[in-house]
């Protein structure tokens, strides 16, 4: 999706996930300062948030990026912000135009455990970033899709946005799609806004995203519908061309100074 993404503009993923349990680190060819240059509690400038992501690049040879964690498997973790809100203020800080947030969090137990709690959850939260399309992905699978429903069942329940949501089924193997997942995925195209299918691709299942040049075609094309999707759903909720979106208010210069003030 980023590398479809960078065809009108800059584009990154945000890898949310704590450092070893994220693919994203292996993934990248040509690694940045990584998260752990720009600690939350500290003003960034434009230049080290750049600098901090890594750069991929698409078969075509456009360039996307990825903010990840970088360091040795065996640093103390890093202390990633939960609040969606502080991944948008990056995003913006650093200049994107498209933006891809890798979360972790179940969407079904998060829902559930949030509205038992009496709190907002991560998925709502996300859902309420400007100009945000949720993309739901599951496995092409009888287990997979079953726990898709029950995720969409508890979004439609809690009221989210689920009518301007995207859902990716990933097969898992060469072939036809099983019946269950090809019922499933008709009853889910009258919850939400698009259902694209994801292909096998063996170079994905063995290596990851790493060396982008070997992923097939077709996954690059199921790649460019999920983007297509997400811009068609963007657009028949907002309208196009899309309208500005908020941009975090910079801190003052005093504020910035003070900031960097270290005590004896």
Known sequence: MAAAFSCAGPSVVLDTTPR???????????PG?????????RPATRKAIQEAAS????????T???????????SAPLSLPEDPAAWYQLAAAGGWQAVVADTPHAVAQD???????GRTGQTASWCSLPFSVPVLSAAATGPGVQALQIAVKAAVAEGLPLQRAVVALTATSEGRQPSPVRAAAA????????VI???YDPHIRTYGMSDSHRIRP??????YDLAGAVVASAHQVWGHPLPAARTPAPLSSDARVASEKVPA
């Not at 070893?20 to 060819?29: K, Q, V």
């Not at 300062?33 to 509690?41: H, N, T, V």
């Not at 996307?64 to 065996?74: E, G, K, R, V, Y």
């Open 218 to 223: 077709k996954t690059l094309a199921a790649g």
């Open 187 to 194: 009853m889910l195209r009258s919850h939400v806004f698009s």
């Open 33 to 41: 300062e990584g998260l752990a240059s720009i600690p939350p509690d």
């Open 64 to 74: 996307w990026q990825a903010l990840t964690d970088h360091q040795s498997w065996s």
């Open 111 to 117: 829902v559930i455990s949030a509205r038992c709690a």
């Open 20 to 30: 070893l349990a994220s693919p994203w680190p292996y993934w990248c060819a040509a």
């Open 197 to 199: 299918n994801v292909p």
């Open 55 to 62: 750069n991929c690049r698409t078969p075509e040879g456009r």
